[in-house]
């Protein structure tokens, strides 16, 4: 081989070399950070959840933990683990969420957050579709003769630090020139003790959070007719699961179990009948929910990475949307009926893509 021939087919070889080193790292960004295997290699899913929010994320004083929030959390172990129990529930604060979230600490963050620019671009964090539409509120004692927001001219008002609500609070009440002053506190317990101890006129929050702290109120201080939740609206809170960014992988698993649920509630398939519907789907549609096959076709692979009958696990273990919101969230009085949590196919904002 002459020196010339030599080196074109040296050149030629260290480019061909340097296209498979791109294509190899080009394929390791795509995998993410392997949440999905880290989960599965150590069977247990950390999840990062809410424990003061009844209807949400609630700790009770015997251990047991309850919510929608929870549910989803149990959701997704169920639909990598098999099981809806393998889950280490972590304590994640307004303050830390998000740290907790970059760290690697916790796998998902499930726990009322509300999806805005900032947080998708610099926090490091993937949102998943909308499990519930809310806004933010205010929260009057019965019988303190408020009824609008002007009426808390002047007036203390009570606010979780390191969340959306201090700047909610701020724009809407600088839009209409209503002087206040705001009062914040980590966690919505030191505004429950505040709020008795007269310190605070008014409580903002999300409306679904304001309806849970109202349903829980102790009855020393009046129970849940002591309050009252004004029906002005103060901003858009959509509030969902949060993966780790970078991850499309372990996005797309979580995604897809919230989406999953949703069709399921479409196709009227629940924990009491997804049996029967296994061995018989009704068609095609259900038999791709559910992992099995239709009419002699093999199951569809939708190439998740997760087993095919992963919703099989879900819908008995925990239950289709409806479902759980029912369990959860019915009982503090956030009604699906008429809302924006309503299915499409009723007249909400509930809505997901074809499991296809």
Same mark, same amino acid.
């Given at each position: 081989?002459?020196?010339?021939?030599?080196?074109?087919?040296?050149?030629?070889?260290?480019?061909?070399?340097?296209?498979?080193?791109?294509?190899?790292?080009?394929?390791?960004?795509?995998?993410?950070?392997?949440?999905?295997?880290?989960?599965?290699?150590?069977?247990?899913?950390?999840?990062?959840?809410?424990?003061?929010?009844?209807?949400?994320?609630?700790?009770?004083?015997?251990?047991?933990?309850?919510?929608?929030?929870?549910?989803?959390?149990?959701?997704?172990?169920?639909?990598?683990?098999?099981?809806?129990?393998?889950?280490?529930?972590?304590?994640? &604060?307004?303050?830390?969420?998000? @740290?907790? %979230? #970059?760290?690697?600490? !916790?796998? +998902?963050?499930?726990? *009322? /957050? =509300?999806?805005?620019?900032?947080?998708?671009?610099?926090?490091?964090?993937?949102?998943?579709?909308?499990?519930?539409?809310?806004?933010?509120?205010?929260?009057?004692?019965?019988? &303190?003769?408020?009824?609008?927001? @002007?009426? %808390? #001219?002047?007036?203390? !008002?009570? +606010?979780?630090?390191? *969340? /959306? =609500?201090?700047?909610?609070?701020?724009?809407?009440?600088?839009?209409?020139?209503?002087?206040?002053?705001?009062?914040?506190?980590?966690?919505?317990?030191?505004?429950?003790?505040?709020?008795?101890?007269?310190?605070?006129?008014?409580?903002?929050?999300?409306?679904?959070?304001?309806?849970?702290?109202?349903?829980?109120?102790?009855?020393?201080?009046?129970?849940?007719?002591?309050?009252?939740?004004?029906?002005?609206?103060?901003?858009?809170?959509?509030?969902?699961?949060?993966?780790?960014?970078?991850?499309?992988?372990?996005?797309?698993?979580?995604?897809?179990?919230?989406?999953?649920?949703?069709?399921?509630?479409?196709?009227?398939?629940?924990?009491?009948?997804?049996?029967?519907?296994?061995?018989?789907?009704?068609?095609?549609?259900?038999?791709?929910?559910?992992?099995?096959?239709?009419?002699?076709?093999?199951?569809?692979?939708?190439?998740?990475?997760?087993?095919?009958?992963?919703?099989?696990?879900?819908?008995?273990?925990?239950?289709?949307?409806?479902?759980?919101?029912?369990?959860?969230?019915?009982?503090?009085?956030?009604?699906?009926?008429?809302?924006?949590?309503?299915?499409?196919?009723?007249?909400?904002?509930?809505?997901?893509?074809?499991?296809?």
């Amino acid at each position: 081989m002459t020196r010339s021939r030599f080196l074109r087919f040296a050149v030629v070889a260290l480019a061909a070399f340097g296209l498979v080193l791109f294509a190899c790292n080009d394929d390791d960004d795509n995998k993410g950070s392997g949440i999905l295997q880290t989960v599965t290699d150590r069977g247990e899913l950390k999840c990062g959840v809410k424990e003061t929010q009844p209807g949400f994320g609630f700790l009770s004083p015997d251990g047991s933990r309850s919510g929608n929030d929870v549910e989803f959390c149990r959701a997704v172990a169920a639909a990598v683990l098999g099981n809806a129990n393998k889950v280490e529930f972590v304590p994640a &604060s307004a303050q830390d969420r998000f @740290e907790l %979230l #970059a760290s690697g600490e !916790i796998d +998902v963050l499930i726990r *009322t /957050t =509300t999806w805005t620019a900032s947080r998708d671009a610099d926090l490091k964090g993937d949102f998943v579709t909308t499990t519930f539409y809310d806004g933010q509120g205010m929260m009057v004692s019965s019988d &303190s003769g408020i009824s609008t927001l @002007e009426d %808390l #001219a002047g007036a203390t !008002i009570c +606010v979780t630090s390191g *969340t /959306t =609500t201090e700047g909610n609070l701020d724009d809407q009440f600088q839009a209409r020139g209503i002087a206040y002053t705001p009062l914040s506190f980590e966690d919505d317990a030191q505004i429950q003790a505040a709020f008795i101890e007269g310190r605070c006129d008014g409580w903002t929050a999300d409306k679904s959070n304001l309806a849970g702290q109202r349903a829980n109120f102790p009855d020393s201080a009046g129970g849940s007719a002591a309050l009252t939740i004004l029906g002005e609206t103060l901003s858009k809170e959509p509030l969902g699961p949060v993966t780790p960014d970078n991850d499309s992988e372990w996005h797309a698993v979580v995604q897809w179990v919230v989406f999953g649920m949703i069709i399921a509630d479409e196709f009227d398939i629940t924990s009491e009948n997804v049996g029967s519907a296994v061995s018989s789907p009704a068609n095609r549609n259900v038999a791709r929910l559910l992992g099995v096959g239709f009419d002699g076709n093999a199951p569809d692979d939708f190439g998740l990475g997760i087993p095919l009958d992963f919703m099989q696990k879900v819908l008995a273990q925990v239950g289709n949307f409806n479902e759980v919101y029912q369990r959860t969230l019915t009982p503090i009085g956030l009604g699906r009926e008429g809302s924006l949590n309503a299915s499409w196919l009723k007249g909400g904002a509930i809505y997901a893509p074809p499991m296809r």
